[in-house]
């Protein structure tokens, strides 16, 4: 799991802070009047910016910052960084002092209550203004929300698709997985990948059995045309029988033994070394492990396929994302500054150095073209770029995200490591994630 996509933080009350709403009303300029600036996209000159990073430069490039300031020298820049932990908790008092970075990035999740919360600008009119859609993914848009307001512009998507350890396969003498396979293709393929040692306990898995959200449980659900929410994310679907299929899908890997468990991976080094040492043939994996993959294990022979489809021939490919948002509190002068800061960031000279990073995925498409073109293990990175162009999809995510998940991460867990039956584990997760949902509307 990608620990800056999924680090959280809980937050404290904060101050009700009002969020200026995007009028219907336009100017002679033919753009709204009250925000963004009405009647032009260039940042005022002479303007002070604070730019908040957590995790420093290990997290977001210095290039584009530097080249940000080389290019806007009328923009003054100061920089609030921090050891993402660090960052997180301290932001919580700068919100509530009124204090806090005029622009900074966090999970998308907490983006996402932080705008219902009044303290990030809705960036809405801002996109509208000055964007082409056509030229960027549909990720653009994570942090949205129902209603149609977006308080986020992503850092980078971090989504799965499915590895597989060329060795295993060939020594097994099956044919490689590929972009038409469906999930029932991985878990038949699974059974037969899986060998037992001399003392009769599986040596070698189909795949990696993994309870976490990203890599685990949330692909199963949706493959199986199960959700966690509903479309309008204010009510739990752990109760739809397809939920259930997908979670018992899961877990009967792990019970029936081709799947690996929990102690297998322990015991191995973890599951990304399970994957990369041949125990295991197949894993759901994050663009952003493969940056570990490369450098702790060179000379594994592996590659990716998209993600499998789905029993309704669609592919859904979760994708983890950190997003940029722009305090509400700041004048209209710095908000300006700040989301030309952001339309930098989303310039093909930002993305393509995100490309080349290989952390994350950009956002606007002639940056793929870097991507593709890289020579790093996986070679096959279209099926990360193609796949969530395709069918990317975030994780359920909504203002009180963190808080559903924390409470349904516990039982699931249980579920698939075989502590409790399926059905009676979901109808807990149900119970509670409603409960938080209810609390939060």
């Known amino acids: ?39 032009g996209s260039a ?63 966090q999970e998308n999740a907490v983006i996402l209550g932080y705008g219902k919360r009044g303290v990030a600008e809705d960036l809405a009119p801002y996109i509208k203004r000055d964007l082409k859609d056509a030229d960027y993914i549909p990720g653009l848009y994570a942090a949205k929300t129902p209603e149609g307001k977006v308080y986020g512009i992503p850092h980078g998507i971090n989504p799965v698709a499915l590895a597989y350890n060329k060795k295993v396969f060939a020594d097994a003498n099956i044919p490689l997985p590929n972009d038409n396979w469906t999930f029932n293709d991985l878990i038949e393929t699974a059974k037969k990948l899986t060998k037992n040692g001399a003392d009769g306990k599986p040596a070698i898995y189909g795949f990696v059995g ?47 033994g081709y799947f690996t468990s929990d102690d297998f991976q322990k015991a191995n080094g973890g599951e990304m070394q399970t994957f990369a040492t041949g125990k295991a043939a197949m894993y759901i994996l994050q663009y952003s492990n493969q940056v570990a993959i490369n450098k702790n294990f060179p000379d594994a022979d592996w590659d990716v396929v998209k993600l499998p489809k789905a029993v309704d021939g669609k592919r859904y490919v979760p994708m983890v ?95 698939v490591k075989g502590n409790i039956p399926a ?3 979901l109808k807990q997760v149900h119970e509670k994630v409603q409960a938080v949902l209810d609390k939060n509307k």
């Open 43 to 105: 940042a005022p000159k002479n303007v002070s910016l604070k730019i908040g990073l957590p995790g420093a430069y290990d997290v977001t490039k210095k290039e584009i910052i530097d080249g940000f300031i080389a290019k806007y020298p009328n923009i003054k820049v100061e920089i609030q960084d921090a050891p993402w932990g660090d960052f997180v908790t301290k932001i919580a008092t700068q919100i509530a002092g009124g204090t806090t970075p005029d622009v900074w990035l």
């Open 321 to 415: 994302t950190n997003s940029w948002l722009v305090s509400s509190k700041a004048s209209q002068d710095v908000k300006d500054a700040a989301w030309t800061f952001l339309k930098y960031y989303l310039s093909d000279e930002s993305q393509n150095i995100l490309a080349s990073s290989g952390s994350s995925i950009p956002v606007k498409k002639s940056a793929f073209e870097v991507i593709e073109k890289s020579t790093t293990k996986p070679l096959n990175k279209k099926a990360f770029t193609e796949g969530i162009a395709e069918g990317g999809v975030t994780l359920d995510e909504n203002p009180s995200w963190t808080e559903w998940r924390t409470a349904a991460q516990p039982i699931i867990t249980d579920i």
């Open 423 to 425: 059905e009676e584990g």
């Open 210 to 256: 993994n309870f976490t959200i990203t890599q685990g449980w949330f692909p199963w659900i949706k493959q199986a045309g199960g959700q966690a929410l509903d479309s309008t994310l204010t009510k739990s679907m752990f109760n739809d029988p397809k939920t259930l299929t997908g979670i018992k899908q899961l877990a009967d890997g792990v019970k029936q």
């Open 1 to 39: 799991m990608n620990k800056k996509g999924l680090m959280m933080v809980s937050m404290s009350a904060m101050l009700a802070l009002a969020v200026a709403g995007c009028s219907t009303t336009k100017d002679g300029g033919g753009t709204p009047s009250n925000s963004p600036t009405a009647g």
